[in-house]
């Protein structure tokens, strides 16, 4: 499994996660982030594209 | 395999990083013309500027890449025939792949009085630690442009307690968001007390007589404009200088294929501000985006481009994604709003606050740009991977029930 940790005070909500993992991340009505924590390995190549595509550099993952 | 690239900031090191991750075990050196290793620029004229980030804040993760960096010497030229790049300082590179992501510089205005002390560009850290050290005792800043960096710098000046006065030779600020939202960017800046000059360009600026501090601007309308502080934020240059003589197709960016491949060189690969790309929304058109998205994702798709041979690449096929943040509004866009001939509110909050409108060419929506509504955006990201008719995105936007509201009357 792969840990998903999201600095929430870099989050800006741009969104980038969201529109490449809809299933992993979420932004509520109020344009708050919400995700999943702890994701199968088969979904590297994604967590990895959120990673490097978070304009606020906010997402790391671990494992 | 000895892969090359030429520029060390966001698309190089995404380029790199994914280089590696991709699987490439051989050498791999970035070539880097500022003396830092990559940063992230879109805090420069924000958080940077109004004190709430430090320099250390801006500084991208680097993880353990295993590149030789060669930072602070710029590329000088290319030489395709032994595939070597030749440096400023006398050191040439031999690659088997190239990257180029040299990226783009801050346009200077080279009119009278531009050498005067108190004129500044936006573009590195250094520029923007020095801009922040002038705000802090600047009684009336000047901004010279109302485009992304030009309003950004405006509002930060603004948070900071600055007067601002910003002059645009457009008839309103924010171009790239498209015509018809430009009446709302106005009134935004007007309100939060920017004096703003729509129409007159910069003709010259003005130092007191014996003095090399600038003190003021002479604008082409005949009027004048009293400043202590001066930004020039006429948009960016391209760093291209020197791939001249290189036979590589410049238009003027660096002429790709979809892949990202140069048009002339399947070893040379281009990427971020200065690739120019087949673009469907405009009809197959080459377009260069300096936005930082596309930037990542140009990197991320040329480093595991360059590893594999042309016609195993892929294509890059994302609309372009762009944000600002001003004052309390974050106006993200998606497309190339710029094209539209018209728009059209798509959703509206009760309150007005937060909204969601479509830039429409013929019947095609090329753009759409949300307001405070980030969460509706990703919705419309997934809405618009191809071009569709506004009709088409009305009937798929009927089926949704978490929009913001609905648009009453006419655009806010």
Redesign the interface.
Known sequence: MIKVHIDLNLCQSHGECVAIAPDLFQLDENDFISWQEEVDDSRRADLEAAVNTCPMTAIRIEG | MRLVIVGASLSGL?AA??AR?AGHEGELIVIGAEPHLPY?R?PLSKELLQGKQEIEDSA??VDELDVQWRLGTEATGLDRTRRRVRLQNGGEEHYDRLIIATGCRARRFDGPGAHLDGVHTLRTLEDAVALRAALASTRRLLVVGAGFIGCEVAASARSLGVEVTMVDIASHPLVPFGPALGKRWAQMHRDHGVELRLGPGLEALYGDTGSERVAGARLSDGTSVEADTVLIALGATLNTEWLTGSGLELDPGVACDPTLTSTRDPEILAAGDIASVPAALAGGARVRVEH??TA??HG?LAGRNALVAHDERTAHTAPP?F?T?QYDA?I?ALGCPALAEHSELLELSPDGGRFVAACVQGRLVVGVVAV????R??WY??ALQTPRPLTELKEALAQED?TLGSPVGAMP
């Open positions: 995404r990083q994914a991750r992230t879109p991208l993760p930082w998205t990542a994702e991320q994604y944000w943040d974050k993200q405070n509504a980030a969460r955006l990703a990201r997934r978490a």
